[in-house]
């Protein structure tokens, strides 16, 4: 069973970035062929997809945050890490660290989540 565990600074003036960082139990984040992304729910918004790194060190970010944001690994750790730079009251939401995998007849798909954890962004 795979577990994901984020975790973070729960709060953040404007202007700072934010650096957030997900652990993997039971399954390594370098097996082949497995995403692993970082998305976020605003208050009252649905999930919003930032980016993923691959289990050979790729990466692909969303074109509207690509910009001010960077997804690494820390394979020796198990671990990936979100920084967002420049944060704004705007990217207040929680964040949730999640798998990607891919089944046939499913496609692509996010099958183990983090419990999430909360950021709000606050002078």
């Known amino acids: 069973q795979v577990q994901l565990q984020e975790w973070g600074p729960g709060l953040l003036k404007p202007s700072q970035t934010l650096s957030l960082t997900c652990a993997v139990y039971?399954?390594?984040?370098?097996?082949?062929?497995?995403?692993w992304s970082w998305i976020r729910q605003p208050p009252g918004k649905g999930l919003e997809w930032m980016g993923l790194?691959?289990?050979?060190?790729?990466?692909y970010y969303s074109p509207s945050l690509k910009s001010h944001t960077s997804i690494s690994r820390d394979t020796s750790k198990n671990q990936f890490s979100l920084q967002l730079s420049s944060v704004t009251p705007e990217d207040t939401a929680v964040y949730y660290c999640?798998?990607?995998?891919?089944?046939?007849?499913?496609?692509?798909?996010?099958?183990?989540w983090g419990q999430g954890t909360q950021v709000t962004v606050s002078s």
């Open positions: 999640a798998r990607v995998t891919w089944r046939p007849g499913s496609g692509w798909y996010h099958d183990y």
């Open positions: 039971g399954g390594s984040i370098t097996t082949s062929y497995y995403y």
């Open positions: 790194i691959g289990y050979e060190g790729s990466t």
